[in-house]
Nanobody, 123 residues
Framework: QVQLVESGGGLVEAGGSLRLSCVAS????????MGWFRQAPGNEREFVAA????????AVQDSLKGRFTISRDNAKNTVYLQMTSLKPDDTAIYYC????????????????WGQGTQVTVSS
């Protein structure tokens, strides 16, 4: 059974930074692409970023490029989301996700999800 456990969320002032972490277990971590999604109150869950199994390819939502960075450490079975210059609009629950393939493809749906971690950005 694949498990994804997020951490690193919290309350931060606008302009601040946070790094989210997600530790995965249950299958060979390096064999699968990983991603981050977020869901704000009243909104649908949206794609944030994804990274291939070996980190060679990455994708970030266009509106977040330059502020959000995804990375992974396969030795630690961990994927990260570094968020900088945070804005109140970034307030959401952030979910870690695991894909069923090594490479991420646009629009692909994850097959496993974490429970989420709350990020709140105050103005």
């Amino acid at each position: 059974q694949v498990q994804l456990v997020e951490s690193g969320g919290g309350l931060v002032e606008a302009g601040g930074s946070l790094r989210l972490s997600c530790v995965a277990s249950g299958r060979t971590f390096s064999s699968y692409a990983m991603g981050w999604f977020r869901q704000a109150p009243g909104n649908e869950r949206e794609f944030v970023a994804a990274i291939s199994g070996g980190s060679a390819t990455k994708a970030v939502q266009d509106s977040l490029k330059g502020r959000f960075t995804i990375s992974r450490d396969n030795a630690k079975n961990t994927v990260y989301l570094q968020m900088t210059s945070l804005k109140p609009d970034d307030t959401a629950i952030y979910y870690c996700a695991s894909y069923s393939r090594y490479f991420y493809t646009t629009g692909a749906k994850p097959d496993y999800w974490g429970q989420g971690t709350q990020v709140t950005v105050s103005s």
